[in-house]
């Protein structure tokens, strides 16, 4: 008898035009997921330069962060620009969040401080808004700068400064929410920079707009639970 000749399988290669299309595809969706935080990043810190030019600046209210410790030590040491100071902050604190927290934040969080302070100075130099009432300023600034860090945070990110002490302080207090450890770290530098520049009702307004700014955190992040 003849050998049972094994029929030819039924699976037939892919053609290789929709091979070359599927590697398209992998290759797109892996760079959108890449890119796709920096884009966030970049609307947040948008939102960001319009609370703070329009809610912060024209009403002197302040926002606590490393902005303010920058205004203290200018305030102390007049020939220690806000800028240098701000940024020799921060410089301990991302190497520090590069040894805890990894590479990827450090790059993101780099790219947002970038991204805030160039938004902040692009719309100050295009508009000066005028000053509201100060309870107003107070209230939607707040929201506008906790929805900004809350879409940052959601990418894994910070804007630096106070931001990147409270995601660190989330390693050790993991119980706390994000919204909670920011408000604590900003209402230490709102005290000091009361006591720097003497001005009571503005570390009051700043008190108001950093609790409605730590409560939108914390909506952002973790919904109405």
Known sequence: ???????????????????????????????????????????A???????????????????????????????IVPAIPVGSAVIALNL??????????????????????????????????????????????????GALIGLSLGMVFLQGATTGGTDLIARLLKLRFGHLPMGTLVMAVDLVVIALAALAFHSLSSALYGLVSLYISSLVIDRVLYGLD
Not at 110 to 132: E, K, Q, R, W
């Open 1 to 43: 008898d003849d050998p049972a000749v094994t029929p030819p399988s039924r699976a037939a290669a892919a053609p290789p035009n929709q091979k070359r299309k599927g590697s398209f595809f992998v290759r797109t969706g892996k760079l959108w997921a890449a890119f796709r935080p920096y884009l966030w990043i970049t609307l």
């Open 45 to 75: 810190s948008a939102v960001f330069a319009l609370g703070f030019d329009w809610c912060y600046v024209p009403n002197q209210i302040t926002l606590g962060g490393m902005t303010g410790l920058g205004q203290i030590i200018h305030a």
């Open 92 to 141: 301990p604190l991302f190497l520090l969040g590069w040894r805890l927290l990894g590479w990827k934040l450090l790059a993101s969080s780099l790219f947002a401080t970038a991204a805030t302070s160039l938004g902040v100075d692009l719309l100050a130099a295009c508009y000066s808004f005028p000053p509201m009432d100060p309870m107003l300023a107070s209230v939607f600034g």
